[in-house]
């Protein structure tokens, strides 16, 4: 394996040697000064447009050109802290400290408790064919376009109340808490694993769904979950570093990207593991999110900036 990095023009390149092929990755910063509103950058997705959006600590942005568009509390956001963010319908999703907001690219349309949210306090969306999945600290909800069903562990066999991270995996919610892991099939069915079950924490913070595997992460490392099996990564059987692991994403090319909170992104390659810290093309070692979008590129949030990434075959 041959790594070597070339600096010119403010963009990072980074060149990975795999047998006869190169990939190579550039890597782009974000600021404020580039119409972030925020530097905290906790959520990256992209709409039905392949447009990217982001959701930071002052608001969320639309990606246009080598540019960020904000929106705030001024065009109708129902609070800057904007924690999450997904593509829903023709525009976006958006959680906050103060409900749920969609917009559609011209207004906001926002949901709380009054509407049937268990909490104001919206942590993790996924959307689907059928409707929105929203996760709170107080359960979770299913919003099918005009009305909210809830699930929580006085209802139902959910792990935890407090939920962190959503995945769809075809027709089953995979959902995160602080409790453990929850594979919903609806109406009824779920199954259950925590730390007993090989899980490196029962807090979990990231999933990602990718050809039927189970990516997450969440204190102490990450894990997979392949055919009902897991396998955790942590600092004593791998290469991740002795964090929490706050995002994680697959690439087209099937590498897993891993954001941890403050030991950098790391990439496993097959068996091989790749570690950037701050300086060496993420703007920070602090992650908070990581996402994968059209045409392989790559996003990660950070506590001081977003990071973009995009990664090609010489």
């Not at 103060?98 to 306090?121: M, Q």
């Not at 996924?126 to 562990?153: K, P, Q, R």
């Not at 006085?154 to 892991?181: K, M, Q």
């Not at 690439?251 to 068996?271: K, N, P, Q």
């Amino acid at each position: 394996m041959v790594r070597s990095a070339l600096c010119f023009l403010g963009i990072l390149l980074i060149v990975v040697g795999c047998g006869d092929e190169d990939i190579i990755g550039e890597w782009v910063n974000y600021t404020t000064e580039d119409g972030l509103p925020g530097l905290i950058v906790y959520s990256a997705t992209e709409d039905a447009n392949k447009t990217t959006w982001v959701s930071c600590s002052g608001g969320i942005a639309r990606l246009e050109g080598a540019y960020f568009i904000p929106y705030t509390e001024e065009d109708g956001l129902p609070s800057n802290e904007a924690v999450v963010i997904v593509g829903y319908k023709s525009g976006v999703a958006v959680g906050t400290d103060k409900g749920l907001a969609l917009f559609d690219g011209d207004e906001f349309i926002v949901y709380n408790r009054g509407d049937g949210l268990p909490s104001n306090n919206v942590q993790s969306l996924a959307s689907g064919s059928e409707g929105l999945w929203v996760g709170t600290d107080a359960g979770l909800s299913f919003f099918d376009g005009s009305s909210f069903t809830t699930y929580n562990t006085e209802n139902s066999n959910i792990a935890g109340d407090c939920i962190w991270a959503l995945a769809l995996l075809n027709d089953d919610v995979v959902i995160g808490t602080e409790s453990g892991l929850s594979i919903f099939t609806p109406p009824d069915d779920w199954k259950n694993y925590d730390k007993g079950d090989g899980l490196p924490s029962d807090v979990i913070y990231a999933l990602w769904v990718d050809d039927g595997v189970i990516w997450g992460g969440g204190a102490y490392g990450a894990f997979k979950i392949e055919g009902g099996d897991v396998f955790a990564y942590t600092p004593e059987n791998s290469q991740i570093p002795y964090s929490d692991v706050m995002g994680v994403c697959v690439d087209d090319y099937g590498d897993v990207w891993f954001a941890t909170y403050g030991g950098g992104i790391c990439m496993l390659s097959g068996s091989e593991w790749h570690i950037y810290m701050g300086g060496e093309g993420p703007i920070s070692d602090w992650g908070l999110c990581a996402f994968c979008s059209s045409y392989n590129t790559l996003w990660f949030g950070t506590t001081d900036g977003l990071s973009r990434h995009i990664r090609y075959r010489d």
